[in-house]
C-alpha cells in the first residue's frame, strides 16, 4: 500500500495488490461437439448415438442443454452422469418431436493433463533456479561495487 502527497490535503491511497505473474502457455484447443437426440414421450435419459450415429461422451464440467432451444439448467432440470455417457432429465418428455441438443467442449486427444502440469512445472522450476542464480549473480555485484568504492 502507498499514498502520495502525504503532506497535502487530498489524500489517495494505491492498493498494490502484487503482480499476478507470467502468463502461462496457452492450454491445448478444445472441441465443441454438438449430439442432436429425438426422445421419446416420456424418456428422461438421453444416452448412446444421437440423430447421426455420434455417440454421446460429454465433459461433465462443460456440458449445455438443450430442449427445443431453450438452455436447461443442470440445477434445476437435469443432471449429468459422471461417466460423461448419459444426461438425466428431471421431469419427461412430453412432446413427440421434441429437439434435445448437447453441447460440450471436448479436449484433443493428445490433451494430458498430468504431463502438461508436470511439464509446465518443470519450466516452472527452471525459472525459479534461474532467478535464484541471477539474484545470487546480482548480489556479487553489489559487493563487488561497494568494495572497489571503499
Known amino acids: 500500500m502507498s499514498c502520495n502527497d ?3 490535503d487530498d489524500l489517495s491511497i494505491i492498493i498494490d495488490t502484487g503482480s499476478a505473474g507470467p502468463v502461462g502457455p ?4 478444445s472441441a ?3 449430439w442432436t437426440f429425438y426422445p421419446s414421450v416420456g424418456d428422461t435419459i438421453i444416452s448412446g448415438d444421437d ?3 455420434k455417440p454421446l461422451a460429454y465433459q461433465e464440467d462443460s456440458v449445455q442443454v438443450y430442449l427445443n432451444g431453450v438452455m436447461l439448467s443442470k440445477r434445476d432440470d437435469f443432471t449429468t452422469a459422471a461417466d460423461g455417457l448419459s444426461i438425466i432429465l428431471n421431469e419427461p418428455i412430453v412432446n413427440t418431436g421434441d429437439l434435445v441438443v448437447i453441447l460440450s467442449q471436448v479436449p484433443p486427444v493428445e490433451y494430458d493433463p498430468v ?3 508436470n511439464r509446465l512445472q518443470g519450466q516452472v522450476d527452471a525459472n525459479t533456479e534461474a532467478i535464484a542464480a541471477n539474484t545470487e549473480a ?4 553489489q559487493d563487488q561495487i ?3 568504492n571503499e
Do not use: K, T, Y
Not at 496457452?26 to 484447443?29: S, V
Not at 546480482?138 to 555485484?141: F, G
Open 6 to 8: 502525504p503532506c497535502g
Open 26 to 29: 496457452p492450454g491445448p484447443p
Open 32 to 34: 465443441v461437439v454438438e
Open 51 to 53: 440423430a447421426s450415429a
Open 115 to 117: 504431463n502438461d502440469f
Open 138 to 141: 546480482i548480489a556479487a555485484l
Open 146 to 148: 561497494r568494495s572497489s
